[in-house]
C-alpha cells in the first residue's frame, strides 16, 4: 500500500509504533483477545443468523463473517438494509459483501469491551427480529424500519408520519439510545449512484464570471 502509487509511506510509522509499544507479549495477547472476542460474537449471533467459514471445531479466526444472502432470500431484506439499520442503533456497519457478496464481515478486534460487543450482538438480534416481522407481513417490505433507515432528527421532528411503526421503535430502537445517540445526518442514499457519479457540490464556474 505504501509503494502503491499514489500510497502513503506515512502509515508505516503507525504500524511500527504499535508494534514497538505492544512487544511480543502485548501482540500474543492482543491476537488472543480478537479472536475470543469474534467468536465470543459468533457464539452469541449464530442462532440467528448463518456464520460462513467456521474451523472443524465450530470456530472462527479473529473475524466473523455473517450470511445475509438466505436470510434475504427468506425475507427480503438485504445487508444493505441491515447496515443502514445499525446506524440507528449506533453503530457504523462492519464490512459489507466482503470477502463474500451479500455477507456482513463482524470484526471486533482486541480493542471492544464486553459491554459494547454486548450492545453490538443485542442489537444484531433485534434487526434480525425486525426481520421476522416484515417476513411474517407485520410490516410491508417496501415500509419497514429496515428499508427506511437510518431514521435522522428531521423524521422524528417532522408532523406528518405515515410508517406502520412508531417514531420510537424508528429513531430509538433500543434502551442506548435513550441515554446516548447518534444522529445520521440524510436518510439512505444512492451508493452505487455515488461511487458511479462524481457530483461537484461546487458553485458553478459561471458564478465566478466577471
Not at 179 to 207: A, H
Request: charged share 25%.
Amino acid at each position: 500500500m505504501s509503494a502503491a502509487d499514489l500510497g502513503s509511506a506515512s502509515i508505516l510509522p503507525i504500524s511500527w509504533a504499535y508494534i514497538a509499544m505492544m512487544g511480543e507479549a502485548g501482540l500474543t495477547d492482543a491476537t488472543k483477545v480478537a479472536i475470543l472476542n469474534a467468536n465470543y460474537v459468533m457464539e452469541r449471533l449464530l442462532p440467528h443468523y448463518p456464520v460462513l467459514y467456521r474451523g472443524t471445531n465450530g470456530r472462527v479466526a479473529h473475524e466473523c463473517i455473517i450470511d445475509i444472502r438466505p436470510l434475504k432470500e427468506e425475507t427480503g431484506i438485504s445487508e444493505e438494509d441491515i447496515a443502514k439499520r445499525l446506524m440507528d442503533y449506533g453503530f457504523h456497519a462492519p464490512t459489507m459483501s466482503f470477502p463474500v457478496a451479500g455477507t456482513l464481515m463482524v470484526e471486533p478486534t482486541e480493542s471492544e469491551d464486553l459491554e459494547e460487543l454486548d450492545r453490538f450482538c443485542e442489537a444484531m438480534i433485534a434487526i434480525r427480529e425486525e426481520m421476522t416481522q416484515v417476513k411474517d407481513g407485520v410490516w410491508p417490505l417496501d415500509n419497514n424500519p429496515l428499508v427506511n433507515a437510518p431514521h435522522t432528527q428531521v423524521d422524528l421532528s417532522k408532523e406528518e408520519w405515515d410508517r406502520p411503526y412508531s417514531r420510537e421503535l424508528g429513531c430509538f430502537p433500543s434502551s442506548h439510545q435513550r441515554t446516548w445517540k447518534y444522529w445520521p445526518t440524510v436518510n439512505r442514499v444512492d451508493n452505487v449512484y455515488g461511487d458511479r457519479n462524481l457530483i461537484c457540490s461546487c458553485p458553478s464556474i459561471e458564478n465566478y464570471e466577471d
